[in-house]
């Protein structure tokens, strides 16, 4: 086990990264579409990369509820930039996926969040962003672990 200082800059350096994203995903979201708030532009990213899915899969994905992630996705269909349709596989279910409009505003959106990422490390070595990726990624891994009880 790392030492107690190693961890507790760990725990400072991630609360404030989660702190300024939230913020950003805000900004990033109005962007998308003026009327857009909150996790609308993770919601968007989400349903453009995995395509049609189950609205019941999208409140899994962010760990929220039926009726949160339904609101959410209707927010998001009055505004034209989703649609829902049934599931083929079953009646029951709806699927949603990004409309022109809205995988055209994700992406530009998307575009202009790219450009900041490459300025941030642009000064950093191929090695120092695969480094960085790999243990981002290793980081998320262990956060999406259920807790040892």
Not at 12 to 19: C, K, N, P, S, Y
Not at 32 to 50: I, K, R, T
Request: aromatic content about 6%.
């Amino acid at each position: 086990m790392s030492d107690e200082k190693a961890l507790l800059a760990v725990e400072h350096e991630v609360a404030l990264m989660f702190r300024r994203g939230r913020a950003r995903v805000a900004e990033l979201s109005r962007r998308v579409h003026p009327e857009l708030e909150g996790m609308a532009y993770s919601l968007l990213g989400y349903v453009e990369q995995a395509g049609p899915v189950r609205v019941t899969d999208v409140g899994v994905h962010f760990a929220v509820g039926k009726a949160t992630v339904s609101r959410q996705i209707r927010a998001l269909e009055e505004l034209g930039l989703v649609a829902r349709e049934a599931d083929p596989q079953d009646g029951r279910a709806a699927l949603v996926s990004l409309t022109e409009d809205g995988r055209r505003r994700y992406l530009a959106a998307r575009d202009v969040r790219m450009r900041r990422v490459r300025e941030l490390l642009g000064n950093w070595s191929r090695g120092d962003v695969d480094r960085f990726a790999e243990l981002l990624h290793r980081f998320n891994d262990v956060i999406g672990e259920p807790p040892v009880e």
